[in-house]
């Protein structure tokens, strides 16, 4: 993470721009709204940052038209989505223990192979903390 603002990271920081959209919220099923967002997977957190594709980091982001927000990945869940949450390729399905269901896609397979694993091995590692 090159623009991260507090080097040195741990290994366990990654981050990468993906696509994202929610798919429900506190258990209610919301309309899909996919969007561009600079991801940052800090321990148990994952970080979304809209309005923040292209990969300029937390720096020289605009200000007034992003919009971040957190979830907590402790006692949630991951897998590949099944073809009816999508028609995109390449497709993760995170639910929350908040209620929160969420897609996350990239075009690039192997970024996608790594945050699906990345994202196991981190609900997994932060289940019972
Ligand atoms: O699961 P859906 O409803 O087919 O999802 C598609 C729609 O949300 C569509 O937007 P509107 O129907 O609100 O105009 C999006 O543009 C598509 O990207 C959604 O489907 P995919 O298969 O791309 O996740």
Redesign the pocket.
């Known amino acids: 993470c090159p623009s991260s603002p507090k080097p040195p990271h741990s290994q366990s920081e990654k981050c990468a721009t993906l696509n994202m959209t929610k798919i429900t919220e506190n258990g209610k099923k919301v ?2 709204n ?1 969007a561009s967002c600079w991801t940052v997977l800090q321990s148990s957190l994952l970080i979304f940052n809209k309005g923040q594709g292209g990969g300029s980091g937390w720096f020289g982001r605009d200000q007034k038209n992003s919009s971040e927000f957190s979830v907590d990945l402790r006692g949630g869940s991951v897998d590949w989505a099944s073809k009816d949450k ?3 390729k390449h497709v993760v399905e995170l639910k929350t223990r908040q209620g929160m269901e969420l897609l996350l896609q990239s075009e690039n397979e192997n970024l996608i192979n790594d945050w699906h694993k990345a994202l196991t091995e981190a609900i997994h590692t932060y289940a019972w903390e």
């Open positions: 309309r899909k996919w999508s028609s995109k």
